[in-house]
């Protein structure tokens, strides 16, 4: 890698770092929103006296009847928060590595 293509890692990377993180954040919000949404179905079903059975497994038949969407887009929200991870993580180790060249390449000079 050239001290070119170094200096330019070193000035976009901040950047794009910034902006996974921005994305990291607001998919852990949006997580949480879905986990608030299933709690107050959940609320709501128990409150109206929808949910009757008599053992946990029943209880939770009867609730997925009636949430598995929001239970749907909760998984879809963990995956989204994951892969956001993946790609801050990715690019932090990416700006750590041409830190580091930048500093090779000063020591040779």
């Known amino acids: 890698m050239t001290k070119e293509e170094v200096l330019q890692q070193l000035q976009q990377l901040p950047e794009q770092l ?18 608030l949404a299933l ?3 959940e609320c709501e079903l128990f409150s109206q006296g929808l ?7 029943a209880r939770d038949a009867e609730i997925w009847q009636h949430t598995h969407e929001l239970q749907r887009t909760l998984t879809r929200a963990k995956v989204a928060v994951d892969q956001y991870r993946v790609d801050y993580d990715y690019l932090k180790n990416k ?5 580091l060249m930048a500093q090779l390449l000063l020591q040779l000079d």
């Open 39 to 41: 709690r107050a179905k």
């Open 18 to 35: 910034k902006e996974a993180e921005a994305d990291y954040y607001a998919a852990l919000s949006r997580l949480e929103d879905a986990k």
């Open 95 to 99: 700006l750590d590595n041409a830190q």
């Open 51 to 57: 949910i009757s059975g008599r053992n946990e497994q």
